[in-house]
């Protein structure tokens, strides 16, 4: 079984911009999205991804990720996924021994950004690098499945 054992940041200010080795840019959109499960589609600059989750709320869920052809990404993400989709750049940072990603959304999540870092165990310790802010992990706003159906430009 895969595990994804990961916990969700806000950014208390821009310096994390300096610290970016590479960006990718993002589309995704969700099959199947409710509070047991879903089913995502992801194009990442020129791969097309399958990923499934569980729908567990906090930092350790089920998660299954497979490759898929990328004009079949971009068939089911045009014709089957929820609209709108998810339109995001993620930048990689190495800090410590872990490396960070940077989601900086886009479209209807405009103006939010949330750093994730994957860890091997849940009680893994891990260096959080000083433009940290608070964790989010637990607030089931900041899940990409969820901002397809709430996006950030409502919260206000």
Same mark, same amino acid.
């Given at each position: ?55 567990? &709320?906090?930092?350790? #869920?089920?998660?299954?990720? !497979?490759?898929?052809? %990328?004009? /079949?990404?971009? $068939? ?9 989709? &998810?339109?995001?750049? #993620?930048?990689?940072?190495? !800090?410590?021994?872990? %490396?960070? /990603?940077?989601? $900086? ?52």
């Amino acid at each position: 079984m895969a595990l994804e054992i990961e916990h969700k940041f806000l950014l208390r200010d821009e310096r994390w911009r300096d610290q970016v080795e590479h960006s990718l840019r993002m589309r995704q959109g969700y099959l199947v999205s409710d509070a047991t499960r879903s089913v995502r589609v992801r194009v990442a600059g020129d791969q097309g991804y399958l990923n499934i989750k569980s729908g567990t &709320l906090g930092i350790a #869920r089920r998660e299954y990720e !497979y490759r898929i052809p %990328l004009a /079949e990404a971009e $068939e089911l993400l045009n014709t089957l996924c929820e609209k709108p989709l &998810l339109e995001k750049t #993620r930048h990689f940072i190495h !800090y410590g021994d872990h %490396l960070w /990603e940077v989601d $900086e959304f886009g479209g209807d999540n405009a103006g939010l950004i949330v750093a994730e870092v994957e860890l091997g165990t849940v009680d893994e310790a891990f260096a959080r690098p000083d433009w940290i802010g608070e964790e989010v992990s637990h607030d089931l706003r900041y899940y990409n499945s969820q901002l397809v159906r709430h996006p950030y430009k409502d919260w206000r």
